[in-house]
């Protein structure tokens, strides 16, 4: 095979080949090996990296959940895909996915996702949050420390580890109270603990926690900071008007970033500045030009979701997000509220989904360079939950990319692969394998129909899997074959920052 076979096409470059292009294009040229029986190949499909911006047809081999060859040549292989008229793209890494169950990763893994993380709400026991998905996974896992869960454990002895136990009356009272000093004390100690143990990230729900401070939230970048941990942040308010708005909020963890250094990275950007999203994208790039290492997130939807119990609906909600009862959902049936019902359902708690986000926001967060695609998928715990968590990528794939061409397919794919790892890898040097197709690469693999994907999860209809993810490999096993979950296998593998004492 000879250097001519090897035409990538680089995105950015202008009338040269970057350093790292090069080496891909040399590397691959020299990949196959003669008498090689791979694991799987995977043969004559569309091969796109977003590391390189390599598009071309090529066939992949991957043995020891290793992509090993990338050749025009063919390939011998124990099990063969054709992928002839589909894509081959990295996995997709989802920041941003609650639901941290078998039920969830699923779904996740017909929407071609092959790394769930649960980076914004997190744990309160690190150590034994990834000891529960051990040997148990479809598809790789990871979690934060979360300092909402680890704030309600401090300081009420209570575990706030999921969606249901943070909106407890005991749980929601100390999130409406502001720490004392020893307990801020030992929120610290709490959050190194679990930074220690291999946390991916330092999650915050600020918008959660009204009693925490400035300064609390000041002292929690300084120990993310310490231990080069992002954090993902949902911001204190979302309002549609000044001085309590998105932007003012996206200032304060720009203020704490800038102060401590640490990484920041901005959940859900659309839901946080609603009509103002296009300007509170235009801070986050003015704050990066100025040196400041700060990312955000959307999901291609334009409802929101969350606990109805929570500090999100304390007094004033309507006018601060600019809606009122009949755009809100229970969850379990799909019904309007009412003033009645909204009063009856808070005192229950439980999921509502929120109709806020206007359609314009979430076409410019797609089409910003600075955006990321995470889910912030949730528990399936009832019948009318939102759709993000079933359908986020192939929706960005089938409707935003080929329908409405509001970005072209290997930006999407850098948002759902590359951006991602590329947000961890300092923290977690094992993503810098994740989230391209280049050899030694970790072979989480999706293979999908580019005319055909689309998700299928709606409102109406939530629990519904995407269509035209065809081959989904996770570590190198396939979890999706001909657009089928594979039963009882579980590859998935713990996505960890290295472990300290």
Known sequence: MTFKYMQPRLVGVKN??????????????????????????????????????????????????????????????????????????????????????????????????????????????????????????????????????????????????????????????????????????????????????????????????????????????????????????????????????????????????????????????????????????????????????????????????????????DDGWQGRYGITYKDLQWSENGEQLTPETFASYRKQGGLVVIHEIPAEAVRAALASPLVMIASDGLPITGAKIHPRGQGTFARVLGHYVREEKTLDLMTALRKMTLMPAQMLEKRAPAFADKGRIRLGADADVTVFDPSRVIDKATYEEPLRYSEGIQFVLVNGVPVVRDGQLVERIYPGRAARAPISH
């Open 16 to 313: 040269t080949l970057s350093a790292l292009a090069l080496l891909w294009l040399l590397t691959c040229a020299c990949a196959p090996v003669y008498g090689q029986v791979y694991d799987v190949v995977i043969s004559h499909g569309r091969v796109m990296d977003p590391e390189s911006g390599f598009d071309a047809v090529r066939n992949v081999g991957i043995a020891s959940g290793k992509i090993r060859a990338i050749s025009t040549s063919a390939l011998v292989g124990k099990e063969t895909i054709n992928a002839r008229g589909l894509v081959v793209a990295p996995g997709f890494i989802d920041l941003h996915e609650h639901g941290q169950e078998d039920a969830n990763y699923r779904f996740q893994a017909r929407d071609g996702v092959t790394t769930s993380l649960e980076l914004e709400l997190g744990t309160d026991d690190v150590e034994k949050w990834y000891a529960a998905r051990h040997g148990t996974s479809l598809i790789n896992y990871g979690v934060s420390a979360g300092h909402i869960p680890m704030r309600i454990r401090v300081m009420t002895g209570q575990a706030g580890t999921s969606l249901t136990t943070m909106n407890t009356a005991v749980a929601e009272a100390a999130n409406h109270r502001e720490a004392t000093a020893e307990e801020l004390n030992r929120l610290r100690a709490t959050m190194e603990a679990g930074l220690k143990q291999g946390a991916l990230a330092e999650g915050m729900g600020i918008n959660y926690t009204p009693g925490a401070s400035h300064w609390e939230i000041l002292e929690m970048f300084r120990v993310a900071a310490k231990y080069h941990a992002p954090l993902q942040v949902h911001l204190r308010y979302h309002s549609l008007r000044e001085p309590e708005s998105g932007i003012a909020a996206l200032e304060e963890v720009i203020a704490a970033a800038a102060a401590t250094g640490a990484q920041l990275h901005v959940a859900h950007i659309t839901s946080m500045g609603l009509k103002y999203t296009p300007q509170m994208l235009q801070v986050i790039a003015g704050a990066r030009q100025r040196g400041l290492d700060i990312t955000t997130e959307c999901y291609p939807y334009t409802a929101a979701s969350t606990n109805l119990n929570s500090a999100v609906f």
